[in-house]
C-alpha cells in the first residue's frame, strides 16, 4: 500500500509543480494574505506582532482551504476519481496520498510564510524556534487530514467553493488556535508551555486522518 | 505475464432499482454474465445504460436490489475497469504517464501498456499533456488503459464514439481479444451494428425497465429488430 | 422496552405543559437574584438551552458513529434530527445569552472564549446542514453527516472547558463541577427542573422531525414497490 | 443590451439561489471568515473594535473572490460561454450581466455582515452610518468589476483557484482600505471625512468596469 | 417568422493556420462556402476538424490567415451558432430556461424553441435541471438550441455522437431542413456514412492539412473512398 501513496502522491505533485502559477501561487496567496490582513488590522506593529502567528496560521488554513479544493478537483475532473476507485487494492491509499501531498505542500508554505513574518516584524526568535519546523508539520497533517476528509464527503458540487470553506474554517479553528499559541510559545522559547499544543495537534491529526483512512476504506468517498 | 481472469467469474445483478430523487433510472433489472461472455446493453438515450455499468461497476450504490461479483480467490475482489462518458484523464499528466501510473497501480507490466498504446492508435502522441488533444484521442487513451489494466472485467459506455475509423476497427479486436482471454465484457451504447453483431449477451432497456434480455441464440438479432 | 419508548417520545401536551410549569415557576416563584435582579431569570432558559444542545449534538455524534458502523438509515435519520434541533437551542443559548450580557455587561457581545466557541459550534452545525442539503443522493448525503457529526462533536468540550482555558467574562462551571454545587438550592432546583422540562421538549421535537424524515425516505421507497 | 444585461444576471442569480446552499453559505463563508479572523487576532475587545471594518470588509473580499469564482465558473463549465459570446449581440452584455449578479450578491452578504459586525463588536453606530447602504452598494460594485475583470482575463485554467487571489487581493488593497476608512467614518458619524474615500471607491468602479468592458467588447475575454 | 438568412451569405477561410505550441493543428486551409450549403469536414482523431470548426466560428483566432464572413446588411455580423463537443449547457438550468434564454439573446421566439425540443424527442425532459440528463439527451438539448436560434450558419462538430437512432433521424431531418431555409451547416465528424450521403462538399483533413476539397459533383463519394 505504501507504494501506492507514494504513487499517488506524486502523481498530485508532479500535476502540481507542472503547472507554473502553482505552488509559487499558493505562497503568493499566504503571503498575500497576511499583508492584506496587517493591513486591515492597521498600522501598529506592537499590535501587528501580538496578532502575528494567529494571522500566520489563518493564511495557512486558507491556503489549505484553496490548495485543498485544488487537488481534490485534479481527481473530480472528468471523472478520474472513479478509475482510481476502481484501479486500487486499498483504496485508503487515496486518501492516504492526497494527505501526503497536501501536507508537503502546506508546509513547504508554512514555513516560508512564518519566516516572512519573523523577519517583516522584526521578531527575534529565540533557539527553541528550530522546533516550529516539526510544529508546522504536525499542524500542516491536521490540516491536510480535515481538508482531505471533508473534501472527500463532500464530493462535486457547484456550491462546494463556498461550502469547504464554511464547515472547514470553524472544524479547523481548534487547530488554528493550537498552532498559533504554539508557534507564539516556540519565537518566545517557552518550550514547555508549547508541549500541551502538541499534543492537542497530535490528537486532530489522528483523529482526521483515523475518520479518513476509515471513510475512505468502507466506500465513503465516492460519486 | 497477463493476468488470467478466473474461469468462474460471475456478475450477477437482482432485482437492481435506482432512482435519482423520483426519476427512475433503474427498475428491477436482473442479469448474469460470465467470463468470456460481451453483453450489449442497448437502448434509447436516458434509458438507463450509464446507470448500469456504474451501478455493475460499484461506481454508484443500488437504491434496491442486489449486485453480485463471484468467483476467483475469496479473498481478493474481481479486477473491474470502467470507461464511462468521461474520460477519466488527468488534464497535466501525459498518456504515457497515466499508463505507468495505471500499470503501477493495478500491479501490471508497463510496457505492455505502451505496446497498448501503438496498437490503439495513440503513440505519436505519448508525451503531450492530455488536456491539449482531441476528442478522439482522449478516447482512445481512456480505452487503452483500461484494456491495459488486466482486468478481469470491463466495462465499456459507448466505445465507438468520437473514435475514427482506424480507431473503430482497433478497439473492437481488442474486445475480441478480451473475450477470447476469458474476460467479461459489457459494451453499452444506444444502437451499433458492430457492436450486436459481436454481442453474446444482449439486454434492451427502456425507460429503466428490461425490455428483453437475450442470450446467445442465432436469430436473436432479427427478434430485435422485429421488436 | 414500551416504557422507554413512552420516556423517549413524550406527547406534545406533557413536552409544553413541563416548559410551561418550569417558565411560571422561574418567573413567579424563584425570587430574584441578589445581585442581578429580574434578568437573571433568563439563565431558566439559558443554561438549559446550552445544555440541550451539547446534548443533541451528543445524540448526532453517537447516531453519526452509528451509521459508519453499521448503514442503517435510520441512526442517519436520528443525526440529521438531532443536529437540527441542537442548532435550534445552540441559536436560543446565543440570543438569551446576548440579551443577558446587554443586561448585566452592557454589551450584546464580546470575543469571549466561551462566547466564540459557542458561535464557532452553532457554524458548525450550520454547515452540516447546508452540506446535507446540497447531496441529492441518500447515502452518500449520510455518510457526509456522519463524518461532519463526528468530527464537529469535537467542539463541544471545547466550548465547555474554555472557561476555564482562558481567562474569560463568562460565568466559569457552577453546577458541572465536583463538590457542593456553588448557587442556592432553590435555584438550583428550578434549573435542573428546567433541565427536565427541556429534556422533554428536545425528545418531543427530535420525534416530530424524524417523523418527517422517515417519511421522506418511506416516500422514496414507496416508489420502489410494485404498484 | 439592458435586457440582455438583466436576462444574463437573471440566468446567474437564479442558478445560484436554486442550489440551496449557495446565498447562505456565502454569508456563512462571511460569518465565519470574521470570527475566525477575530479568533486568530485574540481575544481582546477594544483591539478588535478597532481592528473591526477593516475585518469585515477583508471578509467580503474573500468572498468577492469565492462567488465571483462560482459565478464566472459557471459560465466556463463545459463552454458554456462561448454559446454566450455567439449569442448575444453586444459582448459587454456578458461582462455587465456578471458584474450586475455579483454586485447584487455581495451587496446583500455585506449589510448583513456590517450588521453582525456592528452586534458582535458591540459598536454604537451613529445616524450617519444609514450612509452604509450606498457605500456598501459602491464598494461592491468596485469588488464585482475587479473580480470580473480579472476571472475574465484568466479564463478556465487549474490554477485559477489560486491565481484569483494572488492577482484579486492586491489589486483589490485599495477598495479593501478605502472602504474600511469610510466604514469607520460613517460609524462615528463623520461624513466629511468619508466623502474622500466616496470618491476613490467611485473612481475605482469606474475604472474595473471600463476595463472590463473595453476587454469584452475587443473579445480579449474569449479562450 | 423565423429569419431568413441573405442569399448572399458566404464564409471564407484564406491559407488559415492554427499553431498550439509547437503542434500544428491546421496548416493553411482554405475554403469558400456560400448559403444553403452542407460542408463536411472530415479527417480521422487530431486532423484538425474541431479546431476548424472553432476557427471559423470566431472562438479561437488563428495563427496565420484570415478568415471572413460575408453577405447581409453590413452593419452587424452575420449570426454563428456553433456545437462543439462540450455541451455548453448550465447543470443547473433545465432544457426550457436554457431556450427561453436564448431565445431572448438571440432575439427569436421561444415557442420555436420548444417546438424544436419536442421534435428532437426532448420535450420529456424540458423541466428536468440539465446536470441530470443523460449525454444523449444533454446533446439533443445543445443541437435544439443551436438550430433555434436562427443562425446564418450553424456549425456543428460531431453531432450524430451518443444519439439513438429517434435522435440521429431528428437532427439530420434538422440539417436538412436548415441548409434548405439557406442557411450554411458546417459538420465535423472522422467518418460518417449518413452525413457524407448528404454534404455538397467534403474536406478531408488529415493532421491539419486538407487532403482534398471537394465541391458539389456526382461522383466524388467514389473518389473518396477510392483515395
Ligand atoms: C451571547 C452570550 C452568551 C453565550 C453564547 C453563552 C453560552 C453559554 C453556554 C454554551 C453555556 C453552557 C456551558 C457549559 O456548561 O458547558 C452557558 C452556561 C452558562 N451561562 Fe452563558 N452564554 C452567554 C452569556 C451569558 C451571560 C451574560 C451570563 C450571565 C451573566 C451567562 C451565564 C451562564 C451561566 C450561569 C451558565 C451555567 C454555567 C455552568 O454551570 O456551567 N451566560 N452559556
Ligand atoms: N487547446 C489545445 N492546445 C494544444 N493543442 C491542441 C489544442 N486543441 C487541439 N490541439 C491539437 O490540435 C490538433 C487538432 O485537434 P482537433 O481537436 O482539432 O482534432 P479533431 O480533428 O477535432 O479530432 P477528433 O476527431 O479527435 O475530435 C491535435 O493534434 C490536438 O492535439
Ligand atoms: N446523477 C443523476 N441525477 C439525476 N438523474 C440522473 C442522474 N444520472 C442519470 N439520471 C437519469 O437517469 C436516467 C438514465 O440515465 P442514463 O445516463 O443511465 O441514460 P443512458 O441510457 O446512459 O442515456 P444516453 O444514451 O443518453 O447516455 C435518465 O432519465 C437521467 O435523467
Ligand atoms: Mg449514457
Ligand atoms: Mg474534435
Redesign the interface.
Known sequence: ML??VL??AT?DL??EL??P??IT??L??GL??LV??G????PDTA?LR??AP??A??SV??AAI??G??LD??DR????F????????DRRAIFAGKVLALTAVLWTITLALLGAAVVLLNVEPSPAAIALVPLAGLACLALAS?TG??TG???V???????L???L???L??T??AA?QATAALIEGRLDSALPWFALLGA?AA??AG?GL??YE?G?A?? | MPHVPPADLRLELRRVSKLFGTTVALWQVDLEASAGQLVLVQGANGSGKSTFLRIAAGLTSPTAGEVRWAGGPRSSRPRVAHVGHASGLYDGLTPFEHLTLSARLCRTDPTDALALLERIGAASVAGEPCGRLSAGMRRRISLARAFASDPDAILLDEPLAALDEAGVTAVLKLIDEATQAGRLVVVAAPSDARLRAKAGHTVALADGHVLRSLPPSAGWLEQIDAG | MIVLRRLLAPPALVAFAAVLGVVAVGLFVVPPDRLQGQVQRIMYVHVPSAWIAYLAFFVTFTASVRYLWRRELGADRLAASAAEVGLVFTGVAIVTGAIWGKATWGIWWDWDPRLTTTALLFVIYAGYILIRGSIVDRVRRARAGAVIGIVGFANVPIVHFSVTWWRSLHQPPTIIQPGDPTIDHLLLGELLASVLAYTLLFLYLLNRRLELERARDEAELALLMPS
Do not use: H, N
Open positions: 507504494a501506492d504513487a499517488l502523481k508532479r500535476i507542472r503547472s502559477a502553482s501561487g499558493a503568493t496567496l498575500v494574505g492584506v490582513t493591513l486591515a488590522a492597521g499590535r501580538a496578532i494567529g494571522l496560521w489563518l488554513v486558507y484553496a490548495v479544493e485544488r478537483r485534479i475532473t472528468d471523472d478520474a472513479s478509475v482510481l476507485w476502481l484501479s486500487v487494492d480535515a476528509l471533508v464527503v463532500v464530493g458540487s457547484s456550491q462546494r467553493i463556498l461550502l470553506p464554511v464547515t474554517l470553524p472544524l479553528a481548534p488554528l488556535l498559533s486532530q483523529l482526521f475518520l476509515l471513510v468502507s465513503v465516492l460519486e
